[in-house]
């Protein structure tokens, strides 16, 4: 005879859980109703009306760092700025170039906005270090990293 060696606490918790996740399931399935019978009593009073995507913000309103440039876009971007640099810059100094050709001024962007860009061009920085299209040079001591295409690619 096989012997179970799971605890039996473990298998207890695992029953909760699938139970919890059971009820969970059958609340989120009379939510959706709820909203679909919303959805119906709305176009009573307009029936133009139809319901936004559930979680959803209207994209005039989403105006974050990451949907203002698509991705692919924003790395065509920072690879043009770098190669095109006459000495290495800053990661802030490439996502004000960024910015600047994308027809931002500093007045578009609040600084939650401006800080998130700048997120965003570090990684992508980053990445593009890893895959050697462009070299990270940190100096010991000093935080910021100043950022070139590799000296084997120049000219």
Not at 73 to 88: Q, T
Request: proline content about 5%; cysteine-free.
């Amino acid at each position: 005879m096989a012997t179970n060696a799971v605890p039996k606490e473990i298998l207890l918790k695992r029953v909760v859980l699938l139970d919890k996740a059971d009820a969970l399931e059958g609340e989120k399935r009379k939510l959706l109703d709820d909203i679909e019978i919303l959805d119906r009593a709305a176009r009573i009073f307009d029936p133009s009306y139809t319901p936004q995507t559930v979680g959803k913000r209207p994209k005039a309103q989403a105006m974050k760092a990451s949907s203002m440039f698509p991705a692919d876009e924003l790395m065509a971007i920072i690879g043009k700025i770098v190669r095109s640099a006459a000495e290495p810059m800053t990661t802030s100094a490439v996502a004000a170039a960024v910015a600047e050709r994308k027809g931002l001024s500093p007045d578009t962007l609040d600084k939650r906005k401006a800080d998130a860009l700048v997120q965003r061009v570090r990684a992508i920085l980053n990445g593009l270090e890893r895959t050697k299209i462009v070299e990270g040079i940190r100096t010991e001591g000093d935080r910021s990293i100043m950022w070139r295409i590799p000296l084997r690619q120049v000219g």
